[in-house]
């Protein structure tokens, strides 16, 4: 896979549809469904084995992929806006569901995300401005561990800034907007 420069343009997907894909515990994906493939600009065959992070945008901080890998590890569901990268360097935004799969012996055997068209109201007045802040926060340190630290604390003051749990702000913006 190649990566190139993002290019600014915003590509979008009908509301009424799902983005939907399957990884492995490592993060591989497993299956992509068609509009997946369609949005990001990749053939599924393109797409299965690689890391999900191969739709990574670099506007998004760190601190927002820890949280979420941190969640769906330990078997708990997560929902998250996430800024995605097109294979021709555009972005696409999504409100994404993430979930553990599991075995019959309750085990997590991958993980399954299921992503919307986010809430735009949401997306200008509240996810944007945070995850700029929280990317120049990222930024300001050279050390990538110390940039992650710095960025999930500053996830983490602006949670609980709200006195609400991720979860639970996630929705309360959903519903605010």
């Not at 799902?18 to 369609?38: E, H, M, P, Q, W």
């Not at 590890?73 to 553990?100: C, L, S």
Request: hydrophobic share 40%; proline share 5%.
């Amino acid at each position: 896979m190649r990566h190139v420069t993002p290019s600014g343009r915003e590509a979008f997907f009908p509301a009424s549809e799902l983005i939907v894909s399957k990884t492995d515990t490592k993060g591989r994906l497993t299956y992509a469904n068609r509009l997946f493939c369609d949005v990001a600009g990749y053939s599924e065959a393109e797409l299965i084995g690689q890391p999900h992070n191969v739709i990574r945008h670099p506007d998004m901080p760190r601190a927002v992929f820890k949280l979420l890998w941190d969640a769906v590890q330990q078997g708990r569901e997560i929902f998250a806006y996430v800024k995605n990268m097109t294979r021709n360097g555009d972005h696409y935004w999504v409100f994404a569901h993430v979930t553990p799969s599991f075995d019959g012996a309750g085990r997590i055997v991958g993980y399954h995300s299921n992503r919307r068209a986010p809430d735009r109201g949401v997306l200008e007045g509240a996810i944007i401005p945070l995850y700029a802040d929280i990317l120049r926060t990222e930024r300001s340190h050279r050390n990538a561990k110390d940039a992650l630290s710095a960025g999930s604390r500053a996830l983490s003051d602006f949670v609980a800034s709200r006195k609400a749990s991720y979860d639970e702000l996630m929705f309360s913006l959903k519903s605010a907007a």
